[in-house]
């Protein structure tokens, strides 16, 4: 590792389309000597394929730069992505999920691909090497806070209030990202000075 980095670069080979990445297998389960139908999904072979390649790529990577992953799972993540397709008539709305699922199996860039906020920055048509360019950062938002200052300028006054100290389902709630009535302008209408401030005033 040569240090820790906010910004991981990626190259990925064009996947298979949602389309094409889960299939359903039918088959019949008995119960009373009478057949029930039931089904379920399966990965293709060509998207465990592509997990195999693209997985073993990531963690290449994510050692190489020194990508850092978070251990907040509501730290977001912008994964901007730039396709060189082989053909015209590929959408790239379906690549996403067969590149965000690997990114997430890979265990080294987050903890759940709910974090990636996912874009696309340019298609174009490259029919002897085609793939997808891929660059991941940190979002500066955290929450509903614009950074981490903001963030933690308004945690610094929470600590004198009375809900604080109960685990403030507020506070929790707002660092989720969670619009609330409670909270306008960053002021919260529930904020109690503890006693044991109020008391020294």
């Known amino acids: 590792m040569i240090g820790i980095s906010n910004v991981l670069k990626l190259v990925s080979p064009i996947g298979v389309s949602v389309n094409h990445y889960l ?7 008995y119960k009373d000597g009478k057949p029930i139908p039931q089904s379920t999904l399966y990965e293709t072979k060509e998207a465990k394929d592509y997990k195999k390649k693209f997985i073993k790529h990531i963690k290449e990577q994510v050692k190489l730069q020194g990508w850092k992953k978070s251990d907040n799972r509501f730290q977001k993540h912008f994964v901007d992505c730039v396709f060189y397709f082989p053909r015209i008539d590929i959408d790239s709305n379906n690549m996403y999920k067969l590149l965000l699922d690997s990114l997430t199996e890979s265990e ?16 174009f048509y490259d029919s002897v090497n ?67 401030e109020s008391q020294k005033c």
């Open 108 to 123: 080294c860039i987050w903890i759940d691909d709910t974090q990636s906020c996912e874009r696309t920055q340019g298609i």
């Open 130 to 196: 085609p793939r997808i360019e891929i660059t991941i950062t940190y979002t500066d938002y955290i929450g509903i806070f614009k950074d981490i200052s903001q963030l933690e300028q308004f945690e610094s006054n929470c600590i004198y209030c009375a809900r604080y100290n109960r685990n403030c389902s507020i506070l929790k709630k707002a660092k989720e990202g969670r619009i609330q009535e409670e909270i306008n302008d960053l002021v919260c209408s529930k904020f109690k000075i503890k006693k044991a």
């Open 23 to 29: 299939k359903i297998r039918n088959f019949l389960i």
